[in-house]
């Protein structure tokens, strides 16, 4: 096991739904697309979600049209509310915990925009060009991992944007030192519209693709070695044959929306969709 698997395994930043009152079948709403074969308001339980609070067709979202579901990642908040925040009691059992903000579903979106800052962080920690950084960057881990213990009603009024602003500035000097060692200065693709783009076997070795479209781009045979892709939506996108390793901030709901096979090479952290085959 790698050291950035070892850490965020530490810091349970993997969902564990065997240890969740399934939250993001609950608080989070969906509306009916091709991603999601219904509608479903906010609070509201998806109708497929079993009384164990299991998902009753986890096996076979896909065909049964939700697509979706397969792509979304707590990175551990529900584990953490369900047992943390709300120390094991469940909603059903306990509906007065559920509704409102400084209820169990308005908690775990809060929850979980912590758990991606700490899953960055984490990350950053692991980068050895930015290690001039590392002073700054376990201060804000230790920072926003204080935020995750708190109690409902201070979850309930947190400012997650400006904390999320302060990672992201030091997220940014971690991804400049890092796309350094590509060796030449890289364009800057920040946000850039890629949709349907014709990428195959384009060389983007340490460019900048954060928050960039890349919905349905073809990037087959593709070289992002040290690409910055935080927050780049690759939904559709065709990653077969594309070489990912040591690319930043990538995480596994990304990787689990785009298409991929099994030459699509990966960082040792992610693991391969069981869709793409």
């Known amino acids: 096991m790698d050291s950035v698997t070892e850490q965020r395994e530490d ?26 074969a219904i509608s479903k308001d906010a609070g509201k339980p998806c109708p497929n979600l ?46 007065e915990t559920a509704q409102g903000m400084f209820g169990m579903f308005g908690v775990f979106p809060v929850v979980r925009q912590l758990h991606e800052l700490l899953w960055y962080l984490t990350e950053a920690l692991t980068l050895r060009p930015a290690r001039s950084l590392h002073g700054e960057i376990r201060r804000l881990l230790d920072t926003i991992g204080r935020l995750t213990e708190l109690g409902p009603e201070a979850l309930g009024e947190l400012d997650v944007a400006a904390h999320r602003q302060e990672v992201n500035v030091l997220l940014l000097r971690t991804s400049e030192l890092v796309r350094a060692g590509a060796g030449r200065r890289k364009k800057d693709r920040r946000g850039a519209d890629l949709m349907g783009a014709r990428l195959e076997g384009a060389d983007l070795r340490g460019a900048s693709l954060r928050g960039a479209y890349l919905i349905a781009a073809d990037l087959t045979g593709a070289d992002l070695r040290l690409a910055d892709l935080i927050g780049a939506d690759l939904r559709d996108a065709d990653l077969s044959g594309a070489d990912l390793t040591g690319c930043i901030f990538l995480t596994q709901p990304q990787l ?4 991929g096979d099994a030459d699509t090479r990966l960082p040792p952290a992610l693991a391969r969709p069981a869709h793409w085959s």
Do not use: M
């Open 11 to 36: 810091r349970e930043l993997r969902a564990d739904c065997g240890n969740c009152f399934g939250l993001c079948c609950v608080a989070l709403p969906f509306s009916a697309s091709a991603d999601f």
């Open 50 to 95: 079993a009384t164990d609070f299991r998902c009753g067709i986890h096996t076979r979202l896909r065909q049964s049209g939700f697509p979706g579901c397969t792509v979304y990642d707590c990175f551990g908040a529900g584990q953490q509310v369900s047992q943390v925040t709300f120390g094991g009691k469940d909603w059903r059992q306990a509906p």
């Open 256 to 259: 689990n929306a785009a298409r």
